[in-house]
């Protein structure tokens, strides 16, 4: 597609249930990326994919945080057993070699 | 890791006015970029500037990749341009942020 797609755009999820977050990258960018920004907050690094591996995924906040990318292309972001401190907006970004990233619009995420 | 700071923190211009805001980083780079975060949220790439200068109408960005530091020039500024300027740089496998300056160009 022309831009990064993210999906939902929002998600509201009770204390303790599992969520997706989707990221569809431009077409042919190879590097993908997860962040998350908290309210008021800088971005936070969460994991890198380059194709369907993830060599960095060294951001990831705890085990309950998962990722995965196929086909080189669609990834997800899992969650389990939200807690209120996983309220943020999560971020994807995608991009090719010495180019900047292109940034989705992000997931805002309110777990209550 | 990389450090990026990034100054001002906030800063408030008249439209039509110019501005310089800095980045400085803590070790070699060489993916320097440059972000605008709208009122919106959207996350908007202005530059990749590894080293240089490049200019995109209004806005241009110089890098001294030796100095470790980057600068972005925003030339009559407009209300369109207010929101939160990030510079962010680091490895290939991913960017450190630095913590913005929020910009607000009043009428």
């Known amino acids: 597609g022309a831009g990064v797609s993210q999906s939902p755009s929002n998600k509201v999820t009770e204390k303790g249930k599992d969520v997706e977050l989707r990221c569809d990258p431009i077409s042919g960018h190879t590097a993908l990326y997860w962040y998350r920004q908290s309210l008021g907050q800088g971005l936070e690094f969460l994991i890198y994919f380059q194709g369907n591996s993830a060599p960095d995924k060294s951001g990831l906040p705890s085990d309950r945080f998962s990722a995965e990318r196929t086909g080189g292309s669609v990834s997800t972001l899992t969650i389990q057993r939200t807690q209120q401190e996983d309220s943020a907006v999560y971020l994807c970004?995608?991009?090719?070699?010495?180019?900047?990233?292109?940034f989705g619009s992000g997931t805002r995420l309110t777990v209550v | 890791g990389i450090q990026v700071e990034q100054s001002p923190p906030d800063l408030i211009l008249q439209e039509g006015a110019n501005s310089t805001l800095r980045c400085n980083f803590s070790?070699?780079?060489?993916?320097l970029q440059w972000f605008h975060q709208n009122p919106w949220g959207q996350l908007i790439n202005l530059f990749y500037?590894?080293?240089g200068t490049k200019q995109n109408g209004r806005l241009s960005a110089t890098t001294v990749a030796t100095e470790r530091y980057s600068l972005l020039y925003i030339s009559s500024s407009q209300t369109t341009d207010s929101g939160v300027y990030f510079c962010?740089?680091?490895?290939?496998?991913?960017?450190?942020f630095g913590t913005g300056t929020r910009l607000q160009v009043t009428l």
């Open positions: 500037i590894p080293s």
């Open positions: 970004a995608s991009s090719t070699a010495n180019y900047g990233y292109t």
């Open positions: 070790d070699s780079v060489n993916n």
């Open positions: 962010a740089t680091g490895t290939a496998s991913k960017l450190t």
